[in-house]
C-alpha cells in the first residue's frame, strides 16, 4: 500500500476567506479529497495504491490565535476524514485477497458505495469537524 499526500496551498486570513478558497483550489471543489485504487495480477497479487488531496496554508502565521486554532483543528479532522475514505480501498483489497481475487470489481463497487454512504452519514466530515467559522 502507497499513500501519497498531495497539498494545495491557501494564504487567506479569514474563515471566510479560507472556506472560499478552499472551494475554489481544492480538488472537485471539495477541501479534501481521497482516491484509492485497488489493482491485482493474474496470480491475485494485489496493490493498492492511494491519494489525499489537502489545503495547506502557507503562512499560518498571520492567522488570529483563535483562527489558527480552528484551522489546525479542521485540518486535522479533514485528514482523518479523508485516511478513512482511503482505509475503504484497504479494506477492498482484504476482501479481494480474501476471495482470491473472484467479484473483485463487485467488491470495489460495493466499498466505493461505502465511499458515498460515509460522505452522508457524516456530511462531508462536517460533523466529525471539518469546519470552520461563519466569518
Known sequence: MTEDIQYYDVSATTAWGLRKEMQRKGPKGYWGYARWWVSWTAECEITVKQTIHM???RNPDKLTPELRKRWDSM???LL?????HARHGELAAQQIAAANCVGAYEIIDRWAAQDKAYDLRTDH?????VTLPQK
Do not use: I, L, N, W
Not at 482523518?80 to 478513512?84: G, Y
Not at 466530515?125 to 469537524?129: D, I, L, N, Q, S
Open 55 to 57: 489545503p495547506r496554508h
Open 75 to 77: 485540518v486535522a479532522a
Open 80 to 84: 482523518r476524514h479523508e485516511r478513512q
Open 125 to 129: 466530515g462536517r460533523k466529525e469537524g
